[in-house]
């Protein structure tokens, strides 16, 4: 196979893992916005705070990497997005800080008042950054980026209907689908009172998700004919599928399947962040630089590929380990360096890292 | 000559001073953070080894509280570190449009290495209660190996930007012939490496110190600060002359490949032998003069090559244009640099001559004002080192191929500058938050000292008497 296609694949990989995980916690964070007054918050954002508290490094690292196979093997178009859309990806920016900052602090903020704070930080990084995150994939999709240093219009490129659909859509995505793995922990944790509370929500947000696909589709006819033909006509399966995902998670939800209800939702997310990939393929900016003419060094792209498969030797093994000790029970905050819970809600265990 | 200067500088673009700023402020930031992911793995990990050698539960407290730390700035700098990986693009477009084929990859390496670190830490910090304890070990034992990993990938990337090599130009101004690996292993990276490397580990042991001495100070005489001053004093002590030595040879390094950069640290006006070592003073680039400063005769001439008869090029040499934009950061910068380094030698001797006399924290106030105050020197005398490699550096981003002006991106100026406000006062906010959360946890980990909770490390074993935590 063609090494510039390749690295586009994993650079296409890393996004939807990134989707899949990076994304979701901000979901969970709009979970933790929403959840209302600090009593009858607490045990869901407890939950959250559990669920995601241990992995968001981990599942933030995936956005880093996607940033640095771009830049590495396809500079022009790295270059072209980011001075293009400067405004909304260094929103994305404040956000990611403002959620890291939050997490890292609430942990082990001594007062009330700080670690409120650092919730609300949590929550409102936790819809700036998906949505513009969102708007700058729509910026890319309508075809808004030209090649050059910020040759595109700061503003227009994002700010228009389809962009801003499609940046809600992220945000809907991310409710989704981490509403469907925060059913799968309240079952895991045994707290039966937050089953209804996160089917709803998940259900919630998998109508609200398909109904603003729903609208991008329609704000791109209207807006890029072109791309909305190639949308519907190369990634009609991969819609299908997600649409068939979705549902099936729905169905899934009521009796809790845990391991399977899971990666159903995420293969619903996969099959649509796919369809994107299908649709533009082979531009990398539509319509006016492809993979091939955007691409690096032969060189580079081998060593990034040499590098992957490298890394894919480093970092599963040490997944799996993380993972196998986590289920075996052998992980746990330590409670002699950790903030103890001031008022500890029974239901949910910290014992256990997810 | 004037004019030209003038001129120069108003043909910069708008965006420039800004996009320098936040680039500047944002890399800074992340710099504190750097030393501790690096260093303070590996100092946790040896107390974690002397308290299972040895069965000395203070040593594992110290190892599991510097693991809890770790973790807090760990995550800053996690979040630090992506704001660089945007602004490689957000500012620098031009950079990473035109080059980021030849130089990206050891980013793109040490990406998965911190992917790696974050899940060993991960496996580390929540497996104390539970994992066997040399399992324990053993499985955070990678975490510094990884870290150094990760810190040789950047500094090779930062070394390339001074030693720009694998890629030709062509006639038409393309890059080709692009060979990643031959960039990765630029002519900088051995001495930017060592000497970062060692710096590193100087800023957190020193720091880690710092924070027990004035425990000490304050009256907390027990094996517990004890173990947390000679644990990281130990590992200072034994560096700093290695900096010395590495020091001198990244300097003479800097004086061949480099010239215009050493001209503006050493404050070269004309070039010639017999050159002075002039300290501090100001220099005025319109005269191209120094006004001020102390001036030692010769010295910098047998610095730089070993006898007073080494010729060392001038600023007079650099067209103006192509001059360091500020000459006098530069030369301050090294200045502030090398002095805490000369203070932190005597710090080091001071301490190495009394441990070896009486194998004890040595009692002088003196000494041990100088110590608390070691960590926060350490760490100027890092930003001074960065604030030397990057601006003197300038006007090139890439060293004699790119200029800075041409790498910064065409946003507005106004766009600019009001994310450089907005970062700085997040920047500010995170700071103070992490300092506040940090304190909070000594807070509390005094109070649990005084306590006296008996929760044993690594599950339900015998509990051993801890009263020697308490003060």
């Known amino acids: 196979?063609?090494?510039?296609?390749?690295?586009?694949?994993?650079?296409?990989?890393?996004?939807?893992?990134?989707?899949?995980?990076g994304i979701a916690d901000y979901g969970a964070g709009f979970w933790d916005l929403t959840a209302g007054g600090r009593d009858r918050g607490r045990l869901p954002r407890s939950l959250i705070d559990n669920a995601v508290t241990p992995v968001w490094e981990a599942n933030h690292v995936w956005l880093i990497y996607v940033l640095v196979v771009c830049w590495t093997g396809f500079g022009s178009t790295f270059a072209s997005v980011m001075s293009t859309l400067y405004i909304p990806l260094a929103l994305a920016l404040l956000g990611i800080v403002l959620r890291a900052a939050g997490f890292a602090m609430s942990k082990d903020a001594a007062r009330a008042r700080m670690r409120h704070l650092a919730g609300w930080l949590f929550g409102i990084g936790s819809f700036l950054t998906p949505f513009c995150l969102g708007t700058a994939v729509g910026a890319v999709l309508t075809g808004r980026i030209p090649v050059g240093n910020a040759a595109g219009d700061e503003i227009t490129s994002w700010l228009n209907p389809s962009s801003i659909l499609v940046g809600l859509l992220t945000v809907a995505i991310g409710a989704y689908v981490s509403a469907v793995y925060l059913l799968a922990e309240a079952h895991r944790h045994g707290t039966a009172a937050l089953h209804g509370y996160f089917r709803l929500r998940a259900r919630a947000a998998g109508v609200a998700g398909l109904l603003l696909g729903i609208g991008v589709l329609i704000a791109l006819y209207a807006d890029e004919r072109q791309m909305a033909d190639r949308v519907v006509q190369r990634g009609w399966p991969l819609l299908l599928l997600s649409l068939a995902l979705l549902a099936g998670s729905f169905w899934l939800a009521t009796g809790v399947r845990v391991w399977l209800m899971r990666l159903v939702a995420a293969g619903g997310i996969a099959a649509l962040v796919w369809a994107w990939a299908v649709a533009q393929y082979p531009y990398l900016l539509p319509f006016s630089l492809t993979v091939q003419d955007g691409a690096a060094d032969p060189a580079t792209l081998r060593w990034l590929l040499i590098w992957f498969v490298a890394a894919l030797v480093l970092v599963v093994p040490a997944l799996t380990l993380l993972f196998w000790l986590d289920q075996r029970g052998e992980l746990g905050e330590d409670p002699a360096t950790s903030r103890p819970e001031p008022v500890e809600p029974e239901p949910v265990e910290t014992e256990t890292i997810r | 000559m004037v004019d030209r200067v003038n001129a120069d500088l108003l043909a910069a673009p708008a965006q420039l001073l800004p996009a320098r700023e936040q680039m500047a402020l944002t890399l800074m930031f992340h710099i504190v953070f750097v030393p501790f992911g690096i260093a303070l793995p590996t100092m946790m990990l040896i107390a974690n080894y002397k308290g299972l050698k040895r069965n000395d539960t203070v040593a594992l407290t110290l190892a599991r509280r510097w693991s809890h730390a770790a973790g807090l700035t760990f995550a800053v700098g996690a979040a630090s570190g992506t704001v660089l990986s945007f602004e490689m693009g957000l500012l620098w477009p031009g950079l990473t449009g035109r080059f980021g084929e030849v130089f990206g990859l050891p980013f793109a390496i040490e990406g998965v290495l911190f992917f790696l670190e974050a899940i060993l830490v991960a496996i580390y910090i929540y497996g104390w209660r539970r994992l066997k304890p040399w399992t324990h070990f053993w499985l955070g034992l990678p975490i510094p190996?990884?870290?150094?990993?990760?810190?040789?990938?950047?500094?090779?990337?930062?070394?390339?930007?001074?030693?720009?090599?694998?890629?030709?130009?062509?006639?038409?101004g393309q890059v080709t012939n692009v060979d990643p690996i031959a960039a990765i292993f630029n002519d900088a990276l051995p001495y930017e490496f060592a000497h970062f490397l060692v710096a590193a580990y100087m800023a957190a042991a020193f720091t880690v110190a710092s924070i027990y001495v004035v425990g000490w100070l304050k009256g907390r005489r027990d094996r517990y600060h004890r173990l947390g001053i000679l644990i990281p004093l130990t590992i200072a002590t034994v560096l700093v002359p290695v900096q010395f030595v590495v020091g001198d040879l990244t300097a003479v390094a800097v004086f061949k490949d480099q010239p215009a950069k050493f001209a503006a640290m050493e404050v070269v006006t004309e070039s010639g032998t017999h050159q002075p070592e002039v300290l501090f003073g100001r220099y005025d680039s319109a005269t191209n003069?120094?006004?001020?400063?102390?001036?030692?005769?010769?010295?910098?001439?047998?610095?730089?090559?070993?006898?007073?008869?080494?010729?060392?090029p001038g600023l007079d040499q650099v067209p103006p244009e192509n001059r360091p934009s500020n000459?006098?950061?530069?030369?301050?910068?090294?200045?502030?640099?090398?002095?805490?380094?000369?203070?932190?030698?005597?710090?080091?001797?001071?301490?190495?001559?009394?441990?070896?006399?009486?194998?004890?924290?040595?009692?002088?106030?003196?000494?041990?004002?100088?110590?608390?105050?070691?960590?926060?020197l350490?760490?100027?005398?890092?930003?001074?080192?960065?604030?030397?490699?990057?601006?003197?550096?300038?006007?090139?981003?890439?060293?004699?191929?790119?200029?800075?002006?041409?790498?910064?991106?065409?946003?507005?100026?106004?766009?600019?500058?009001?994310?450089?406000?907005?970062?700085?006062?997040?920047?500010l906010t995170l700071a103070i938050g992490t300092i506040t959360v940090l304190r909070a946890m000594s807070r509390r980990w005094r109070q649990s000292d005084q306590t006296d909770d008996d929760l044993a490390v690594y599950g339900p074993r015998p509990a051993v008497a801890d009263s020697e935590v308490t003060p």
Request: charged residues 10%; glycine residues 10%.
């Open chain 2, 289 to 312: 003069t120094v006004v001020g400063g102390v001036s030692i005769p010769g010295l910098n001439s047998w610095l730089a090559g070993g006898s007073v008869d080494t010729y060392v």
């Open chain 2, 327 to 376: 000459v006098t950061i530069v030369h301050w910068a090294f200045d502030i640099m090398v002095g805490i380094g000369t203070l932190l030698m005597l710090l080091s001797l001071w301490f190495g001559i009394a441990y070896w006399r009486k194998r004890d924290v040595p009692d002088n106030r003196v000494f041990l004002w100088f110590a608390a105050s070691a960590g926060v």
């Open chain 2, 378 to 427: 350490t760490y100027i005398a890092v930003e001074a080192g960065w604030i030397v490699t990057e601006v003197g550096r300038q006007p090139w981003i890439v060293y004699n191929i790119m200029r800075t002006e041409e790498a910064v991106t065409n946003t507005d100026a106004g766009t600019l500058w009001i994310s450089f406000s907005l970062i700085a006062l997040l920047y």
């Open chain 2, 145 to 172: 190996f990884v870290a150094i990993g990760g810190a040789f990938s950047i500094i090779s990337a930062n070394a390339w930007m001074n030693m720009p090599a694998g890629f030709t130009i062509d006639a038409n």
């Open chain 1, 1 to 21: 196979m063609n090494t510039a296609i390749a690295v586009a694949g994993v650079m296409m990989l890393a996004l939807t893992l990134y989707a899949c995980t």
